[in-house]
């Protein structure tokens, strides 16, 4: 059952599904928490999210990769839920359960709704984590909100500062790479996103790589739950967003990983680039690591990660 809330402070209309299917038993029993929710960013669009482990706790907020949902946190989010931090992860507007917008399919809307989600729950001192384009969602959302409510900053596979080749980022991908991707799209998304998974996003396609059927079908699922424009218009954001700007903003303590072997986003184009510009950050390069190393490389990344929240 969804009860609809309005949030005087900022004006947007949430809809919120309680566990316990009754604000009251939330109220007096603290313990009780909402688990999966829905939040209306303000050009109507339908955010699902998800609200794990102890309301009071630190603030930990993911934002994930394309054309995944929130589920790609789970390795992340309950490790960290179990240590006693509130964590939090949205599924990204056209993407996994959330509404599926012709329109607003690029980086300054994608960093707004995570401005509502923040803002809604009314999160604070919140380290965000951001994997390949949910990196270039934290950097947009500091570069346009600040750090105000920021306490830290973990870019993971992340697609910042720029992927695109230009003239004056000569190291990057060529443009036609990324129209063959949309190409490859438009023919047949879902062979695609098989393709990607058991493939270069894994490292599944390197010699003696020990293989996760689960994890190819998991990719796939959650990219054909995703809408196909949207995805489609992500790739455009993904690889054309100038993050350079956003990252000069930084001015809290920064934490990138990135696997050496990370075939879609390679690494000193993006985190060795990103390191560079973001004053004070720590690098850690995980050796032999592909593209999606919150799975492949989960104990040693959530350790790390955990770490740097303790610090």
Known sequence: MSNLIRNTATGIVAAVSLTTGANEASATQPNIQRTASYLQTRDGVQLYYKDWGP????????????????????????????????????????????????????????????????????????????????????????????TRRVKKAVLIGAI??????????????????????????????????????????????????????????????????????????????????????????FDVPTLILHGDDDQLVPVENSARAAHRLIKGSKLIIYKGGPHGITDTHKDQLNQDLLNFLQE
């Open 55 to 146: 309301r009071h706790g630190p603030v930990v907020a993911f934002s994930h990769g394309w054309p995944l949902s929130s589920d790609s946190w789970e390795s992340q989010m309950i490790f960290l839920a179990e240590k006693g931090y509130r964590v939090v992860a949205h599924d990204r507007r056209g993407h996994g359960r959330s509404s599926q917008p012709w329109e607003g399919n690029d980086m300054d809307h994608y960093a707004e709704d995570l401005s509502v989600v923040i803002e809604t729950l009314d999160l604070r001192d919140v380290t965000l984590v951001g994997f390949s384009t949910g990196g270039g969602e934290v950097a947009r959302y500091i570069g346009r909100h600040g």
């Open 160 to 249: 910042t500062p720029l992927m695109l080749k230009t003239p004056d980022n000569p190291t990057g991908t060529p443009i036609e790479v990324y129209d063959g991707i949309r190409r490859g799209a438009l023919e047949d998304r879902s062979q695609q996103y098989l393709d990607i998974a058991s493939g270069p996003f894994f490292g599944f396609n390197r010699p003696g790589a020990k293989v996760s059927q689960g994890l190819i079908n998991s990719f796939w699922s959650q990219g054909m739950q995703a809408g196909h424009k949207n995805t489609f218009d992500s790739i455009k954001a993904f690889s054309e967003t100038d993050f350079r700007p956003d990252l000069k903003k």
